[in-house]
């Protein structure tokens, strides 16, 4: 039998039939869990669900044909006990599948299953321009169908339990596999992909049946807990809530306020909109920054921009492009201040991409994007460039505090300076300082006095009142206000090692200690 | 009285992290106390130093510093300030003509620096506890007297009633020509 069914599902599908249900929600009250019972037509399901009740007596007496072995010819039991007298006799009616929209799943599993529907999704999703060879189809329903699929329990729960003691609520197959079962594979095969539980793209669907919002409504006042206003939702019934308050609410209680079986709709649900998402995709690499006159961020003030170009939109503008994406975050290992040149080797950095259309570059696509990049503008030069993990990201803020960074500062004096004057700086070696948190910054940080080290120091004379002072020195450590002193907030500071006011004129990163991203041959 | 000025001559070299990054305001005068000139030196993240003008009589040639003490009633030290989190909870709430210490010269001529802007106390000197000659020699760096961050909404307005710098030099070089009228 297509629809394995069992005898004892009878009892429950006449009961089901009778209250408004359509085929496939009969099924998933029978628990059947064979996704092709429902890839087939409802009229087809509805067509073998009443030659399976038909068949009702016939079948038992094949049976016990079988079983007894008796030279009886099965044909004259069949007529003794044919299927109209059996039902008059129980008093129960002639079983029909009703006209209209099902009590259960308000049209979702009646009218939206086929090929049409399946059409008509995958045109949205092609109009989207998306790149993609496999997708995960998800869907949202109206949240007053688990109070109806409730009652519907509630109606045939003894039946059931007949059939089997151990089948309970969670057995019955929800509106949203049956559904999923019923027309992903259309979709899919609309689309030329594979449709999986896990695909970086999503497509959503889903459907809304305002006739019928007002079930919900009698939760709210049987369980307040359940439905606690929230800013950013439209509404406190979502199927969250909904599901939990049904889980607490006693049956006596339930049965009080809600009809059952539910009350037949008058009108089908109506689709919403589909929409289609690609997760994010990371993009890793390093960058030099040449200018002083270039902030890593856009730089605005009272909502007005100060100051034209960044280095993340010079980075990002071209993958957005390249990927189609919808937006981008991005993320670096510690950052320069506007004036500061980051040279050798780079900062390394992250680029989250928010919804690209395309996800897939090869190697020598995403060399030829770098070099899209890097012609784009002589302020900035990226390189490593590469598509990583989410995961992977994390490895550039792993341990930032321990990490090392090399600058090179252009050091002005007020006391005139012989090259003698500097050669203390090579013997000082993890030097420690106590920095407050510098008065640049602390509108925006807590106040605190960190430990920061100084591995090494080296200086080279430039004239009396200028050199070059080379540091090595743990990450997190700020290095103009251990030059100029912060107002003396930085303890020790340079102008307090070499006795004389110091003030700092450039400043350039030479290195940054993280080993991530990997690099990538040329 | 006699001031001594040295505007001039630290104009030779390149613009100082002050210049850089902060304004100049003066409150001269301060509470019709003649001379008692306070500099307020307001990042452009709005934070403001609060430190003695040039102008001020403690620095004046040969004067000592004998005492400097933040507790400026039995109830309140500015000692006790303390700030927590990125929004600085906890800090005093200072307004004008709020106290922030009191200087004693070696002559037993005491002398009060006020907050003149309205704001939350960051954080006091400590330093110039432990060295008051750093208030002597560096005024208007390592010897601040204190750390305020007025409310984000009057970072525009706080400064209203201050002199600009133009503004505070015309006053004092009024105040060395013309002499002083005595009450
Ligand atoms: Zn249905």
Not at chain 1, 448 to 470: C, E, G, K, N, P
């Amino acid at each position: 039998m297509m629809l394995s069914l069992k005898d004892k599902d009878r009892a429950v599908i006449r009961k089901l039939l009778a209250a408004g249900c359509c085929g496939r929600c009969v099924l998933r009250f029978c628990c059947v869990g064979k996704y092709s019972s429902y890839q087939q037509s409802c009229e087809d399901i509805e067509k073998e669900l009443l030659a399976f009740l038909g068949t009702d007596d016939a079948e038992q007496s094949h049976d016990a044909s079988g079983e007894t072995e008796t030279g009886d010819p099965p044909c004259k039991k069949m007529k003794l006990e044919s299927p109209g007298e059996n039902a008059s006799a129980g008093g129960a009616p002639e079983p029909k599948v009703q006209s209209g929209v099902c009590v259960a799943c308000v049209g979702v599993l009646q009218h939206f299953c086929d090929q049409s529907y399946a059409k008509q999704v995958s045109d949205v999703v092609r109009k989207g321009e998306y790149r993609f060879d496999s997708l995960m189809f998800a869907v949202s329903l109206p949240a007053q169908l688990s109070v109806r699929e409730h009652s519907l329990w509630l109606h045939i729960k003894k039946e059931v339990r007949e059939k089997s003691m151990c089948l309970d609520k969670e057995d019955v197959v929800q509106v949203k596999d049956a559904f999923k079962w019923a027309v992903q594979g259309l979709v899919g095969k609309e689309l030329g992909a594979s449709v999986l539980a896990n695909s970086a793209f999503e497509v959503s669907v889903g459907f809304a049946h305002p006739e019928t919002d007002g079930d919900c409504h009698f939760l709210a006042t049987e369980c307040p807990d359940c439905f606690k206003p929230t800013k950013n939702k439209a509404s406190v019934f979502t199927r969250m809530a909904v599901v939990k308050a049904l889980e607490k609410i006693s049956d006596t209680k339930f049965l009080r306020h809600y009809p059952c079986p539910p009350v037949s709709p008058s009108s089908k649900c109506t689709p919403l909109d589909t929409t289609c998402l690609h997760a994010p995709v990371f993009i890793a690499g390093r960058y030099n920054k040449f200018s002083r006159e270039l902030p890593q961020t856009p730089w605005v003030i009272d909502g007005e921009r100060r100051m034209e170009g960044s280095v993340e939109e010079l980075i990002a503008n071209p993958l957005l492009t390249a990927f189609k994406a919808d937006g981008f975050n991005f993320c670096s290992s510690g950052r320069e201040d506007v004036d500061v040149r980051t040279l050798g080797n780079g900062r390394p950095f992250a680029i989250e991409l928010l919804n690209p259309h395309r996800a897939k570059f090869n190697r020598s696509e995403m060399r030829q994007l770098q070099e899209t990049i890097n012609t784009s503008s002589d302020k900035i030069r990226v390189r490593d460039l590469q598509i990583v993990t989410r995961e992977a990201t994390s490895r550039m803020k792993e341990g930032e505090e321990e990490k090392t960074k090399s600058y090179s500062a252009l050091i002005w004096t007020q006391k005139p300076i012989t090259p003698a004057d500097l050669d203390c700086f090579a013997k000082i070696k993890e030097l420690k300082i106590d920095q407050k948190t510098p008065l640049r910054v602390l509108h925006r940080r807590p106040l605190a006095v960190r430990q920061r080290h100084i591995h090494s120091m080296s200086a080279s004379y430039l004239d009396t009142h200028h050199f070059t002072l080379q540091l090595r020195t743990q990450a997190g450590t700020y290095i103009k206000e251990f030059v100029h002193g912060d107002f003396g907030r930085t303890k020790p500071n340079l102008g307090a090692l070499m006795e004389t006011e110091v003030d700092i004129l450039e400043l350039d990163v030479e290195s940054v200690d993280v080993d991530w991203p990997p690099a990538v041959p040329e | 009285m006699r001031l001594v000025f040295a505007m001039a001559e630290t104009h030779e070299r390149a613009p100082t992290v002050i210049d850089r990054y902060y304004t100049r305001w003066y409150k001269t005068d301060m509470k019709g106390r003649s001379c008692e000139d306070h500099c307020i030196l307001q990042h452009s993240n709005r934070i403001c130093i609060i430190t003695l003008a040039e102008s001020h009589p403690i620095l004046q040639q040969g004067r000592k510093i004998k005492s400097i003490d933040y507790r400026i009633s039995d109830g309140c030290s500015r000692l006790n300030n303390k700030v927590s989190g990125k929004s600085k909870r906890g800090g005093q709430f200072l307004t004008e003509f709020a106290p922030l210490c009191r200087i004693t010269c070696t002559d037993d001529i005491e002398y009060t620096i006020f907050s003149c802007i309205r704001g939350r106390l960051l954080e006091v000197n400590e330093d110039i506890l432990k060295r008051p000659d750093l208030l002597l020699d560096k005024p208007s760096t390592d010897g601040y007297i204190a750390v305020i961050l007025p409310k984000l909404e009057e970072s525009k307005t706080v400064t209203k009633g201050l002199l600009t710098r133009e503004e505070y030099e015309d006053v004092i070089s009024k105040r060395n020509t013309q002499p002083q009228e005595s009450l």
